[in-house]
């Protein structure tokens, strides 16, 4: 089990201190998640820290490469309406 946070990361510094397991770190140019350490707040809180806290959608993906929080989950503005 791991998380990964891609390019789409501001560095906002929201889900380092909540990361339970310490799995995030900074590294230039956005934070990145060590994955031997990562284990996706199981046993510490039902859903993902990171997750819950990141205001950037599709930041923070799961281990089959789905957005924890896609496009339009933090807005509430779907994709067709953005594609108009």
């Known amino acids: 089990m ?13 889900c380092e201190p ?14 990145l998640i060590d994955a031997s350490k990562c284990t996706e ?3 510490d809180f039902e ?9 950037i959608e599709g930041a923070i993906l799961n281990e089959d490469g789905v957005p924890l929080n896609p496009p339009g989950s933090l807005t ?6 953005l594609a108009a």
């Open 2 to 14: 791991a998380l990964e946070i891609i390019e789409s990361c501001t560095s906002c510094w929201a």
């Open 18 to 31: 909540l990361c339970p397991s310490k799995a995030i770190y900074e590294a230039k140019p956005h934070f």
């Open 47 to 55: 859903d993902p820290q990171c997750a819950t806290i990141c205001p």
């Open 76 to 81: 509430g503005i779907t994709l067709q309406k």
């Open 41 to 43: 707040c199981a046993g």
